[in-house]
């Protein structure tokens, strides 16, 4: 709730963002992007639209991939990764990660209220050396979301957790004018906290 392109400044337990274009694509993909396809600037879409946004946050666990990847699955994960600041519930749970399943959150901003669903893609289980799935927004706050949950083995008892999002708001330049730099630091809180909920269970599962 990724073949995306990564911020190269991100690095391990750093979140990393970048900017925006004013172009809007025409729809081929989860993006509305298309392969092959420009933007008013000019810029190749080799298959995911370069001017999204796009956020990448890396962190290393003292703990091995297959279980950290393993609570990933776990009916309460999808509870625990939300921050208690954000007025948001789980209101169905996916059964599993697998593909077609959804998640749908209900948001409250004051008196609004907004269903936030998300279908799962990819789910690929590789035992000891992690895993990965994708999420891709079906209706919600954004034009666009998909967010790559990739765990990959770091020796037999570490891995790392890369979390990659491309994202593009809601009325174009005008979302991005008034809505950009806010998004960029609820990403980047959001995922601290989410990396440091997941430290928590994975190392409260190895006590």
Known sequence: MQGLGLDPAASEGRGGLSGWCSAQPPGRDAFGARPGGRCRQGVENPGVHSCMG????RTRFNAPAERVFA?????DALSELIPPWENVHVEQS?????DGQRAVLLMRMGPLKLRWVAEHHGFVDRGTEGGEFTDVQISGPFKSWEHRHLVT????DACYLDDTIA???PLGAIGRLFGGAMTRRKLERMFEF???ATRKAVERAAG
């Open 54 to 57: 796009t956020f990448h946050k």
């Open 71 to 75: 609570w990933h699955q776990t009916p």
């Open 94 to 98: 996916p059964a599993s990660l697998g």
């Open 153 to 156: 083995a770091d020796g037999p």
């Open 167 to 169: 994202y593009r708001l």
């Open 194 to 196: 989410r990396h440091e």
